[in-house]
């Protein structure tokens, strides 16, 4: 159904502007073809009416086609001049199609006529290699006056400016803030004093995606106030725009007083060349990629290499007779740039002073840190280095059990005491959720019962996991801080270093929380809350464990200290070559209490050589991320909606799979909204939710149920998406296969998904109608067995006695490090099948692991080393039909301590912990 005739079903304003323009192409174009047959129009421009009406609501959010052509059009259509009026509306479809007008030549809706192309059209052919950008000009402006502005600005354009920008004048806050939402390409905004508040729009048609804000008495206010309050609120939700403020009064008065969201302040009669300077500026400043531009000016110098690496300047690969293809296939330049120079304008990973340095501060800017450091050899070893700079033996650390295999590691190398907890289980999907916060406080307030807390180091989790559970992060580490004010927090966000790019994710990554934790707790109205919390609960330190748990904590400003870590693997969502990762450290204690260690554990984990391509790709990656990042995740999402509309509403695809929504993947006890699926709600209640739920899910992530194709997660993987078409994905479950879209995902690549996910679903089709009587009853047992209630997932059952605490009263931690290293005694550890642990567990005895046990899937350990098995986990490792099982030897069974071991353990001395310290 043509657009204009069904409701609105988009899941963004960005695909509804395209689809629209694209409509209005071919309707104007039957419409030409009909007035020049002399048939009735009636219909058509009925059809066209309706169009210009949804294009009249957002057209004047971007600056191509813009208002003015906008206007031309509705003038032509008015004029029933459908021949130019057809030709108007293709040159501007496909200027947007193509991206022509990024060129940023005034886009001119005669430059096609033929006697403007004889008469007027310039012979010089602009530069078209420049990025283009849009600026927003926040004023109540006349159309001469917009012109006039706009031509005021162009006159200052010189032919080798490193960008060309249009502007887009909106002239009031809701409008402001609805083109920040809406239009991608806007890079600064100008925002002059005189502006209303309220859009003189309406607003209900474009409803679903528009959600503005502003408080009620703005115009109240003075015009500088009210600025700054669109300032904020600009920031709030695209920080990496540049705000200037244009302003009629003493700018020498303003300027110490302003918000420092300001770039800079103008004088309106000073003219518009320094505004147009500055803003060339703010856009160079985050365009500028030192690390990269310094190794491409290296690769371009001659060098004489009297030290390693035979491959620099492909010395060793241009004369030689046998790898020539390496050259051929790579290209010359990856080798003109591969040095282990540190010097002659590169830079020190471990010690970097120059390019790097700059480019990790370009980052920590980009992505909201106070610190940023990036790392070539993956999370897997950012989590590492993040452990070792903060955990000392012996520390308490409570960790979501299902968290990473590195962090495990890094905690077993650490000598941490491991408290794991449990996240909600999904037993239907055999997926586990996340750990809810009443949860971790449990644990917490156990261990300080138990007076253990002054040695609780950090809490580690990961946001959001794997099948996209996203944790209120300010709202968990608020609580927590008022149990333990100067607890550490470690948040693993290896898929989610996008987030920090979308408005409404943003609130929910530990950099933008741990800021605005800060600055809350700084505030007068916050120290009240304090206050009012301890009348109603008396001091924390001696209230109640069960009011406690009930009630939301609220910490003491006074003592609490903001120190939150996040490691990102760039490489999963954002730009960067394999293994590109980045720390991010916002700790109010860094340089006092971290910054050495933190030294002593990156150079632990890296390596003297680290990868110069890796890091030219973080500094780029980093570049796109602060100049696109907006507008790749709102189409990465725009994808994923896409492919769940497509899997949903398929009438085969449905009969056989199902994307899972919120609903299926958080219980309604943490979702106090209860919007069962937020995005689908509008954007103000996807912002509510968001806002106020315990847990939401990441719309880029699709859930597919599969149950119903008798195909179990792993063989839909392999032999169907993989073997067949090529279609990689990575996390499956039992009956589920997780899809992801990322800034990388095209709108083809999702066709092609869908493509091969009809074929397979008509394939199995086939297959079950062409099925005798004993195949089609194999597989009703098929789909039985992954449709039905499957073993529960097991909790983490324990750490043996052995491996326990043995300081102050016992509670769940355990001492990871000591269980793992006494099986590298052989004589202590023996192999036992699946029915031996089995049978000895039912006669009462602890048998307990030497090591990790990991099903794949799922994926996360079963079993940890000094972890006794549970009869739970016993059915659970029972009723598995995964090939994969890493620390279970098919041949063997599985690895456990002999008592002896455990006797030893018992009596030695806990070797690192507290013994060092105390
Ligand atoms: C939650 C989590 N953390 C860390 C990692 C490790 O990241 P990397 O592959 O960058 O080493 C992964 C990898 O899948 C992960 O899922």
């Not at 602060?626 to 994923?640: D, N, P, T």
Request: hydrophobic share 40%; glycine share 6%; aromatic share 10%.
């Amino acid at each position: 159904m043509p657009i204009g005739e069904e409701p609105l079903a988009y899941n963004s304003l960005w695909q509804l502007r395209n689809d629209t323009w694209s409509s209005l192409e071919e309707s104007t174009t039957q419409l030409a073809l009909a007035g020049a047959q002399q048939r009735p129009v009636e219909r058509l421009a009925e059809r066209v009416t309706r169009l210009l009406d949804i294009l009249g609501s957002v057209e004047r959010f971007w600056a191509f086609p813009g208002a003015q052509t906008f206007r031309e059009v509705q003038r032509l259509f008015a004029a029933d001049e459908y021949d130019r009026l057809a030709a108007a509306v293709g040159r501007a479809n496909r200027a947007l199609v193509t991206e022509s007008y990024r060129g940023g030549q005034a886009w001119d809706l005669r430059a096609d006529d033929e006697a403007y192309d004889r008469d007027t059209r310039p012979v010089k052919q602009p530069r078209t290699d420049r990025p283009y950008f849009e600026v927003l000009v926040v004023e109540d402006l006349t159309q001469e006056q917009e012109s006039a502005l706009r031509e005021e600005l162009h006159r200052w354009r010189r032919p080798d400016d490193e960008f060309i920008y249009e502007i887009v004048v909106v002239p009031s806050f809701d409008d402001a803030l609805l083109a920040a939402r809406l239009n991608f390409r806007l890079q600064a905004c100008v925002v002059r004093r005189r502006f209303t508040h309220r859009s003189r729009h309406d607003l209900s048609s474009i409803a679903q995606f528009a959600y503005s804000g502003g408080s009620a008495d703005l115009m109240e206010r003075s015009p500088d106030e009210r600025a700054q309050v669109l300032a904020r609120s600009l920031a709030r939700i695209r920080p990496e725009l540049d705000l200037y403020l244009m302003t009629e009064i003493s700018v020498e008065d303003l300027a110490g007083r302003l918000s420092h969201h300001f770039r800079r302040i103008f004088h309106t009669r000073e003219g518009s060349l320094e505004l147009h300077l500055s803003i060339l500026d703010g856009v160079a400043a985050r365009y500028r990629a030192p690390f990269f531009s310094a190794l491409k000016s290296y690769s371009n110098k001659p060098t004489g290499v009297f030290h390693a690496l035979p491959i620099s300047h492909g010395k060793s690969i241009v004369n030689s007779h046998w790898i020539r293809d390496m050259l051929d296939f790579y290209g010359l330049n990856i080798f003109l740039a591969e040095t282990s120079a540190t010097c002659g304008g590169l830079d020190s990973l471990l010690e970097p002073t120059g390019p790097l340095r700059e480019a990790q501060q370009l980052a920590a800017k980009t992505f909201g840190s106070r610190q940023t450091y990036f790392v070539t050899n993956g999370t897997s070893t950012a989590n590492k280095i993040v452990v070792q700079a903060l955990v000392q033996p012996g520390d308490i650390v409570p960790v979501d059990r299902n968290c990473h295999q590195s962090h495990h590691y890094g905690l077993m190398l650490a000598g941490a005491m491991v408290t794991y907890l449990d996240a909600y289980p999904l037993n239907e999907y055999s997926m586990y959720g996340a750990v809810p916060l009443i949860e971790i406080k449990r644990q917490l307030l156990a261990l300080r019962r138990a007076g253990k807390l002054d040695r609780v180091k950090m809490l580690l989790l990961t946001n959001c996991t794997f099948d996209g559970i996203v944790y209120d992060v300010g709202r968990v580490m608020e609580e927590c801080l008022a149990i333990k004010p100067d607890l550490v927090f470690l948040w693993d966000e290896a898929w989610f270093a996008f987030a920090r790019f979308h408005p409404v994710y943003r609130p929910r990554t530990a950099m933008r929380a741990a800021r605005t934790l800060a600055e809350r707790l700084r505030l007068p109205e916050y120290r009240e809350r304090y206050d009012s919390f301890v009348e109603e609960v008396g001091a924390i330190d001696a209230a109640d464990d069960e009011v406690l748990l009930e009630r939301r904590l609220t910490p003491d400003p006074a003592r609490a200290r903001v120190r939150v870590y996040a490691t990102q693997s760039t490489h999963k969502t954002l730009t960067s070559l394999r293994q590109g990762s980045m720390i991010h450290v916002f700790d109010q204690d860094f340089s006092q209490k971290v910054e050495e260690t933190f030294h002593e554990a990156y150079m632990t984990h890296t390596s003297t050589s680290p990868n110069y391509q890796i890091l030219a790709s973080l500094d780029l990656g980093r570049r796109q991320a602060a100049l696109e990042g907006f507008e790749l995740v709102v189409k990465q999402i725009e994808s994923a909606m896409r492919l769940r509309d497509a899997v949903n509403n398929h009438p085969l695809l449905s009969r056989y799979m199902r994307c899972l929504t919120t609903a299926d993947l958080i219980p309604a006890e943490y979702r106090p909204t209860g919007i069962d699926q937020p995005l689908r709600a509008g954007l103000a209640n996807w912002v509510k939710a968001w806002d106020t739920d315990e847990f939401v899910l990441d719309p880029s992530r699709i859930t597919i149920y599969i149950g119903a194709t008798g195909i179990d997660g792993d063989a839909f993987k392999r032999s169907h998406l993989m073997d067949r078409y090529g279609v990689q994905i990575n996390k499956t479950s039992r009956n589920t296969v997780l899809f992801m879209t990322t800034i990388g995902t095209t709108r083809s690549s999702v066709a092609y998904l869908i493509e091969v996910l009809v074929a397979i679903a008509r394939d199995l089709d086939a297959r079950v109608a062409d099925m005798n009587p004993a195949e089609r009853a194999t597989h009703e047992r098929a789909v039985l067995r992954l449709t039905a209630p499957s073993a529960p997932l097991p909790d983490f059952s324990g750490f043996h006695p052995s491996f326990a605490d043995g300081r102050g009263r016992p509670t769940p931690e355990g001492d990871i490090r000591r269980a793992f290293y006494l099986a590298y005694n052989d004589s202590y550890c023996e192999y036992l099948t699946q029915e031996e642990v089995e049978q000895r567990v039912e006669n009462g005895e602890q048998v307990v692991s030497t090591t990790y046990v990991t099903p794949y899937p799922p994926g996360y350990p079963v079993l940890v080393p000094g972890q006794v098995f549970s009869p739970q986990i016993l059915a659970f490792m029972r009723s598995l039909d995964t090939p994969e099982i890493h620390g279970y030897r098919a041949d063997l069974g599985y690895r456990v301590y002999v008592d002896k071991a455990l006797e030893i353990a018992a009596t030695s001395c806990p070797a690192g912990p507290a013994g060092n310290r105390e």
